[in-house]
């Protein structure tokens, strides 16, 4: 199922900190509807939050997947907001609103257009969390789809069971 390959997806590039929960489609605002009381401020892609490289235990709410927990190993190179296996992907739309930081990529894949907003929060050394709504074009089983992910900070030492990023292992 292509949804869930893009919430793995999701989970894996790191969207994460204390859990919250989830809503649905049509209770859930857009990250940028979410912050629009909120002055923003554009940036670029070097302000997107990198996570401190190390052992970080991510767990990620979905209404229609439930609840995962995994442990990953970030290393140096980060890319919290990158997907690492969504297709073809535009640069990266960069807004500052109070202390969150919203990122929105648009990925072309072979059988649709996802649309990814994401909210980061958090001091990413010991903490973060990440509300995303993806948006399929056409529909891939959902139309939009909410995460929500908190990432903990577990140690600088990954044990080897830990799943390395993606991205850093082709260094």
């Known amino acids: 199922m292509r949804v869930k390959t893009t919430i793995c997806a999701a989970v894996m590039f790191g969207l994460a900190l204390p859990v919250a ?17 909120t002055d923003k401020v554009e940036l670029s892609q070097a302000d997107i ?9 991510i767990t990620t709410v979905a209404a229609n997947l439930g609840k995962t927990t995994i442990d990953t190993c970030i290393g140096p190179d980060d890319s919290i907001a990158m997907p690492a296996d969504n ?10 609103a109070g202390t969150e930081t919203i990122v ?3 990925c072309k894949r072979p059988y649709a257009k996802q649309t990814m907003s994401t909210v980061f929060g958090g001091d990413f050394n010991k903490r973060y969390r990440a509300i995303m709504k993806m948006t399929f074009d056409p529909p891939d089983g959902f139309q939009t ?17 830990t799943k390395q990023d993606k991205k850093d292992e082709k260094k």
């Not at 929960?21 to 009381?37: L, M, S, V």
């Not at 297709?87 to 500052?96: A, I, N, R, S, Y």
């Not at 789809?145 to 069971?161: A, F, K, N, Q, S």
Request: proline fraction near 12%; hydrophobic fraction near 25%.
């Open 49 to 57: 939050p990198k996570r401190k490289p190390g052992h970080w235990r």
């Open 104 to 106: 929105t990529i648009v």
């Open 87 to 96: 297709g073809d992907c535009g640069e990266p739309k960069v807004e500052k």
């Open 145 to 161: 789809m909410g995460v929500t992910l908190d990432g903990e900070y577990i140690g600088p030492d990954c044990p080897p069971e």
């Open 21 to 37: 929960g989830i809503a649905t489609a049509e209770d859930q605002k857009p990250a940028a509807e979410a912050t629009e009381k």
